[in-house]
């Protein structure tokens, strides 16, 4: 891409526009492409980089402006667009979720040696966190077993507790699941939520 370009695009599709049927419109559909691929100065330069474009002008910001005011007024048909299935492609990759958390780790969390670092070492000392806090309960209850300071069924107790803390049930909802199923008092119909 140089200062003669926006020209020569111009002037060619013009051309092709002109002379062609609508579905043998390949440089209008090329180029339309092209500045979809190139809406930022960093897709410029990913462009760039994949020897796609090449860049005479020295700015992206330049190159991606150059491209979207000379592709003004073009005209495709979507049903007769080359690139559609390319571009279905690409939106439903963009659309799978693992693809997107991909993306966000690579550019958030992993994009400098010391930001990959600074992320493996936080992900480490969470887990050694978790770890410590798992092998210290665990610690504590064998203690209270061995020493005859609880039962195992009070054991079972604090592990329903611990368990439905993470799922927002509230200790009260704890007691009347119990005694619900010890009998003591009649089961409600419940709608499914809690």
């Keep these: 891409m140089d200062d ?3 020209s020569l695009i111009r002037n060619l599709v013009a051309f092709e526009q002109c002379h062609h049927p609508p579905g043998d419109y390949y440089l209008s559909n090329y180029i339309s492409f092209i500045k979809c691929l190139a809406k930022t100065p960093k897709d410029v330069d990913l462009l760039v980089q994949n020897e796609i474009i090449v860049n005479l002008l020295g700015d992206n910001e330049a190159v991606s402006d150059l491209l979207h005011s000379a592709c003004e007024n073009i005209m495709t048909t979507p049903s007769m667009f080359y690139y559609s299935r390319l571009c279905e492609e690409l939106i439903a990759y963009c659309k799978k979720p693992w693809n997107s958390y ?3 780790l690579k550019c958030d969390y992993f994009k400098t040696p010391w ?5 493996i070492a936080a992900m480490v000392t969470e ?3 978790n770890l410590q806090a798992y092998g210290l309960m665990l610690k504590a209850f064998q203690f209270a077993i061995s020493h ?3 039962s195992i069924e009070a054991l079972f107790v604090y592990l329903k507790i611990y368990a439905f803390t993470f799922s927002a049930v509230t200790v009260g909802q704890i007691e009347e699941i119990d005694r619900e199923e010890k009998g003591e ?3 409600p119909e419940r709608d499914g939520t809690m």
């Design 4 to 6: 003669g370009s926006k």
């Design 127 to 129: 887990l050694d966190a």
């Design 115 to 119: 930001m990959t670092a600074t992320t």
């Design 148 to 150: 005859s300071l609880i």
């Design 102 to 104: 991909k993306t966000t």
């Design 185 to 187: 008092i009649e089961k």
